[in-house]
């Protein structure tokens, strides 16, 4: 019991490491590379952020456990907008109207909508995860776009600059120029070091987590919509939490909307692509649809532009503990 504790503790530190690492090492490549932080968010910081959630998936419907994988991607997409936005709201300010944000969570909405309807006709089989994946190319590609386009404007308006300064230093500009790659190669090695430590410390809590819950009681269908779900989601908390104290509102922001897209798209499609997963009848009586109005929630904020503070963190926060007790308490009276 005392090693599930410090299982527990150990993996929550090394989160935390691992997301300030890997938020260091994202927002270095965005300014080096000219890629916006958003794109960065929606991306690199998503996917990585969201490797626990593709491995307990696998390693769920691998094992014939299909509901604990679609419970823990439910479970995650609730965490990623309640307590994910919530709790650094109360460290510190959090804006939501970040260019692009409004048009990706109408997306992640759509998505939600198209995967609320797959459930509906569990089994999630092939004709469902090519849907899912085709949809995740859909995304990638325009992601890709964004970031050329962002990329092309920025060297233009350089340009544009530079002819206005032709009497700048050549020397100086020379060294400015031979001394990015250096610059994106150590922001790189952040990157990978963050995201392996990710999914480690996701591993170390969500097992010492799980094995707490078991030994007060708690049934697997629970602890997968809550414990396991909790525990996949605190690499993104941790990256979040970091983000918004480097005052880097756009990696937050990138980092939820990308990560609940991820789950939808590539775990389910990945997952449904390998084995059929059979949707429990309890999530779509309740968990579908506070999933849903989640991400409705992630819309409205980020198309009003509003800016995260303490009291809105404070019922992000309290809505996320409100529905854990409500499951905990539906999961008691069955």
């Known amino acids: 019991m005392l090693f599930d504790y410090v299982s527990l503790a150990g993996g929550l530190v090394v989160l935390i490491i ?6 260091r090492g994202s927002v270095g490549i ?20 969201s490797a626990p959630e593709l491995v307990i998936s696998l390693k769920a419907a691998l094992s014939g456990s299909g509901g604990i994988a679609i419970g823990n991607v439910v ?16 460290i510190a300010a959090t804006p939501c109207g ?63 600059a530079a002819e206005a300064q032709e009497d700048n230093d050549d020397d100086d500009e020379l060294e400015d120029v031979e001394g990015v790659p250096d610059a994106v190669a150590v922001a790189g090695v952040y990157i990978v070091l963050g995201l392996i430590g990710l999914p480690l410390g996701a591993h170390f809590t969500i097992n010492g987590a799980t094995s707490v819950a078991q030994d007060w009681g ?6 997968a919509l809550t414990v396991i779900a909790l525990g996949t989601s605190l690499p993104e908390l941790a990256t979040t939490v970091m983000a918004a104290i480097r005052q880097h509102g756009a990696v937050a922001i990138g980092n939820v909307i990308g990560s609940n897209v991820f789950n939808l798209l590539a775990i389910i499609g990945i997952t449904t692509a390998i084995v059929p997963v059979e ?6 009586k309740l968990d579908i649809w506070v999933m849903l109005a989640c991400a409705v929630l992630l819309l409205v904020l980020a198309a009003k532009k509003i800016c995260l503070g303490r009291m809105s ?22």
Do not use: W
Request: with cysteine; charged share 10%.
């Open 18 to 23: 691992a997301g300030d690492i890997l938020v």
């Open 30 to 49: 965005a300014q080096r590379l000219g890629i916006p932080n958003l794109v960065i968010g929606l991306t690199i910081v998503a996917f990585g952020t």
């Open 75 to 90: 479970g995650s997409n609730i965490a990623n907008v309640l307590l994910v936005l919530g709790m650094p709201a109360l």
């Open 98 to 160: 970040e260019d692009g944000a409004t048009k990706n969570a109408i997306f992640m909405v759509a998505i939600s909508v198209v995967f609320t309807i797959l459930c509906f006709f569990s089994p999630i089989g092939l004709m469902g995860s090519l849907i899912l994946l085709a949809l995740l190319a859909v995304f990638l590609g325009d992601s890709a776009r964004a970031a050329l386009q962002h990329r092309k404007e920025r060297k233009a308006a350089a340009a544009t």
């Open 218 to 223: 708690v049934s697997d269908a629970v602890i």
């Open 279 to 284: 949707v429990p009848a309890e999530i779509l």
């Open 313 to 334: 963190g404070f019922v992000l926060t309290a809505a996320y503990v409100l529905y854990i007790t409500v499951v905990y308490y539906l999961s008691a009276t069955i």
